[in-house]
């Protein structure tokens, strides 16, 4: 009995104790690992609301996935009309300007400088060869000083040439002249300031005739720095200023500028760029300034290769008599004996003989294209003979009147040869009797009668071009 009572009172004691526990201590809490939360006791699990939870927030980040597709649709499709229209301005710009191919699709460009009415008119000259005998497709920008006068500038315009008004860097010689105006030409190495799209060009002087399309040099030469033509007239290892390829870098102007800014008394232009350049410049052949005083003392340079077998050792006898004064027709009895100026030479061109060794490396860039569009030999006064195939020739030009006494007959190699020399050059210089604004043909013919009749055709083609481009008035006979 009091055993039973004692388990009794144990048991009573423990069930107080529970229900206590149970409703004084905050309900328990378990996990819930489907939904990641923590539970009451008193909550009841549904599967089908986690589930639903779990879908909607898929559904959220799969809205989200839709609209960043969307936005990269509408970013491609903008992308596509932004392409196109630059494509339509484009077409629109090479309809405008007549040019095949633009400054900024390229990066290539010719370069001119004027620092006076004259010079722009052979600029025009020359533009005018560029443009509409040679059918270039590469922009063409101009360096003018303010000295060149408002008309120019207009046609400047008018021929679709890119204006730039600069002033050429002073020198510190005060009698410096003539080559003061030179500096101008070195402001091509800036080019990439005045217009960022350029990537490489190619600057001339203006008292030149470009007679070949030179756009293949732009993609046919290395891209180095600088490439330009041995000045052949003075040494072997001498670059001519007169024809710069460039390729434009930073870099490469500061070297210039810095050389500008301390040039010595007696530097000019050629001498600068062959101090800064001359150990690194690819050397180019002498075709690209071929000098017009060939054809004045009637000799061949050493980059051009003759067809015919000539006797150079008469020829330049010949050639010293005549520098003597007695190199006129008809004054035979004054030749060495023995020597016959009509039949001094091994063989007649029509039977001409090839060359005995073959052409130097460079002449001609022989890895480049061979068929470049060139002014027609007849337009300065070649023979029919010589006709470029791949050229059509323009009606031909009023007749000039021959000279009186041609050093050398009509037959005689070496006269053909000079005519071939004119096929040979892509840009002859103006060296002989001035600039090609300072005589007619006649005033040539007048000043040296023994000179081939080339001479004289290359101020007349300048004059016949000069009339038709050029304003009128200002450059006739100017210095």
């Not at 909607?56 to 990269?72: D, F, G, H, I, M």
């Not at 080019?191 to 993609?219: E, G």
């Not at 102007?253 to 690194?280: C, H, P, Q, Y």
């Not at 023994?450 to 200002?474: I, T």
Request: proline share 9%; aromatic share 8%.
């Amino acid at each position: 009995m009091r055993w039973s009572q004692s388990h009794l009172a144990v048991g009573a004691f423990l069930i107080c104790t529970a229900a206590l526990l149970r409703f004084s201590a905050p309900p328990l809490r378990a996990y819930d690992w489907t939904s990641l939360r923590w539970r009451t006791g008193e909550d009841s699990y549904n599967a089908t609301e986690v589930l639903l939870a779990e879908n909607r927030r898929l559904l959220q980040a799969l809205a989200l996935t839709t609209a960043e597709l969307e936005k990269e649709k509408l970013a491609e499709s903008e992308l596509r009309r932004m392409v196109n229209s630059t494509a339509t301005q484009l077409e629109q710009v090479k309809q405008s300007t007549g040019d095949g191919t633009a400054a900024g699709a390229t990066g290539h460009a010719y370069v001119f400088y004027a620092t006076s009415d004259p010079y722009a008119c052979s600029v025009l000259v020359n533009i005018h060869c560029l443009r509409n005998l040679l059918n270039s497709t590469l922009p063409i920008h101009v360096l003018a000083s303010s000295d060149v006068t408002e008309p120019y500038m207009a046609a400047f315009r008018t021929a679709n040439a890119t204006v730039h008004v600069e002033q050429a860097p002073a020198l510190k010689n005060p009698a410096a002249g003539y080559y003061q105006d030179c500096m101008l030409k070195l402001l091509a190495f800036k080019m990439q300031l005045l217009d960022p799209t350029l990537k490489r060009v190619l600057a001339f002087d203006s008292d030149q005739l470009i007679l070949r399309n030179l756009d293949h040099l732009f993609t046919g030469l290395p891209a180095v720095d600088l490439a330009a033509p041995r000045a052949y007239w003075l040494a072997k290892d001498f670059l001519a200023s007169t024809f710069l390829m460039i390729n434009l870098s930073d870099r490469l102007w500061r070297t210039v500028k810095s050389a500008l800014d301390k040039v010595e008394f007696n530097k000019f232009d050629m001498d600068l760029i062959n101090d800064l350049l001359g150990d690194s410049v690819m050397m180019l052949s002498g075709e690209y300034v071929t000098l017009n005083s060939h054809w004045e003392d009637w000799n061949l340079p050493r980059w051009y290769h003759p067809l015919s077998r000539l006797n150079m050792t008469t020829v330049e006898m010949w050639n010293e008599l005549a520098q003597a004064g007695i190199s006129k027709r008809g004054n035979d009895e004054a030749l060495p004996k023995g020597v016959n100026p009509n039949t001094s030479y091994l063989r007649a061109s029509e039977d001409a003989a090839p060359p005995s060794k073959p052409p130097h490396p460079l002449t001609a860039v022989p890895l480049l294209p061979s068929a470049r569009p060139a002014l027609p030999p007849h337009l300065l006064g070649s023979p029919s003979a010589f006709p470029k195939p791949e050229t059509p020739p323009p009606p031909p030009p009023p007749p000039i009147e021959p000279m009186t006494h041609p050093r050398f007959p009509a037959s005689h190699p070496l006269t053909l040869e000079l005519y071939r020399l004119q096929d040979a050059a892509a840009v002859i210089h103006f060296t002989a009797q001035g600039k090609p604004w300072m005589k007619v043909p006649s005033d040539v013919r007048a000043a040296r009668p023994d000179a081939h009749p080339v001479l004289a055709g290359q101020f007349g083609v300048w004059r016949e071009m000069a009339g038709r481009v050029c304003p009128a008035g200002g450059w006739e006979g100017k210095g």
